[in-house]
């Protein structure tokens, strides 16, 4: 079960603090430069149980970031583990 909105979109850092976070002024979607600059390096985007997405960043394990526990639960995932600071939106707001 999650605890953040589905409807919005956040940037939620290891230690569990969550931000309500908006596209670039002008834009209506993340795009791939907002994406990385949000999780600092390349993305991977992983499927959330309810239509969201976390973008994270594709190389925070060799990077050796600290686990994100709350990004882990808001995926659903029981299989790994999110590292490093993710980005957590609905799908409609990735392009």
Do not use: H, W
Request: proline share 5%; net charge negative.
């Amino acid at each position: 079960m999650t605890s953040l909105d589905p409807t919005k979109a956040y940037i939620v850092y290891p230690d569990g603090t969550t931000v309500t976070v908006v596209p670039d002024e002008g834009q209506t979607t993340f795009n791939l430069v907002q994406m990385q600059r949000i999780v600092g390096g390349l993305i991977e985007i992983v499927s959330c149980s309810d239509q969201r997405l976390c973008i994270c960043d594709e190389e925070g394990k060799l990077k050796g970031l600290k686990p994100n526990m709350t990004a882990t639960k808001e995926t659903g995932t029981t299989r790994d583990t999110i590292v490093g600071i993710c980005l957590i939106c609905p799908a409609s707001n990735v392009k």
